[in-house]
C-alpha cells in the first residue's frame, strides 16, 4: 500500500476513536440545528393539555396553499367547535350543533407560515413523549420540540402553559372545502350572538 493510503486510514482510525469517545464531535459544519418548515398541507391529530387541567382533542388542517388554518376543536364533554382561519386575519368560530354559536374575529395577522419558527433559539435536546427532539424557542411564546430522527414536530408548548402533543402528523392532507364553509348566522348579525 502506498504511504498516503495509510497516513489516510490511520487519521480515519483517529478520528473515528475521537468521535467514539465523543460521539458530540462532528466533523460537519457545527451551528445549530434550525427546525424544519411546517409541510404547505397537513392535518394533525392534537392532544391538548390546557392549563386550566381541562382536556381537549384538535384536528389541525393547514394549508398554506388556500391560505387558511382550521382547527376542529373537541373540548372534553363538550361540543365540536370549528375554528377556521384565514390568511386575510379573519377567523370564524362557530358551533354547528346546539347551542349554535358563531364568533368573527378580525386578527392583525393571517396565519403563520410555514417558515414560522425561523429564528428561534435552538435550547438543545430533550426527551419528551418517549421522542429524542430538537428543543427551540422563540420570542418566549413558543417552546417547539421536534424529533430528532424524523423531523416531525412532537410537541409544542405555549406561554399560557397549553401543551400540545403531536398523535398523527400527515403530510400532504387536505380538507374538503365544504367543512370551511362558516354557516348562514355568522354573516348578517348583530354583534355577540
Ligand atoms: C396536564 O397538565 C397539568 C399541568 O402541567 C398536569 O398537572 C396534569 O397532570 C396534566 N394532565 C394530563 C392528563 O396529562
Ligand atoms: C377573508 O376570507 C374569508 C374566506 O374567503 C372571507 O369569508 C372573509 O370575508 C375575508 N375577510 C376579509 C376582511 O376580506
Not at 411546517?38 to 384538535?58: C, D, G, R, V
Not at 412532537?154 to 403530510?171: L, N, Q
Request: glycine letters at 4%.
Amino acid at each position: 500500500m502506498k504511504l498516503q493510503t495509510h497516513i489516510a486510514q490511520a487519521l480515519l482510525t483517529v478520528i473515528i476513536l475521537l468521535q467514539f469517545i465523543n460521539p458530540s464531535l462532528q466533523l460537519s459544519d457545527s451551528s445549530p440545528p434550525t427546525p424544519a418548515p411546517w409541510p404547505e398541507q397537513f392535518h394533525a391529530l392534537l392532544y391538548m393539555n390546557l392549563s386550566s387541567t381541562k382536556l381537549q382533542i384538535s384536528n389541525l388542517w393547514y394549508d398554506w396553499p388556500r391560505g387558511r388554518n382550521v382547527n376542529l376543536i373537541q373540548k372534553q364533554l363538550s361540543i365540536l367547535l370549528y375554528d377556521v382561519e384565514w390568511n386575510n386575519g379573519t377567523s370564524f368560530y362557530y358551533t354547528l350543533s346546539e347551542p349554535r354559536t358563531c364568533e368573527v374575529m378580525q386578527f392583525e395577522v393571517g396565519i403563520p407560515k410555514p417558515d414560522f419558527l425561523d429564528g428561534a433559539n435552538y435550547l438543545g435536546t430533550a426527551v419528551t413523549d418517549g421522542y429524542l427532539c430538537n428543543v427551540w424557542e422563540k420570542v418566549d411564546f413558543i417552546w417547539y420540540y421536534e424529533d430528532v430522527y424524523t423531523k416531525r414536530p412532537v410537541r409544542w408548548d405555549f406561554y399560557d402553559g397549553i401543551s400540545t402533543h403531536v398523535i398523527t402528523f400527515e403530510v400532504g392532507a387536505v380538507l374538503d372545502d365544504s367543512i370551511t364553509q362558516a354557516p348562514a348566522y355568522c354573516f348578517n348579525q348583530e354583534k355577540d350572538i
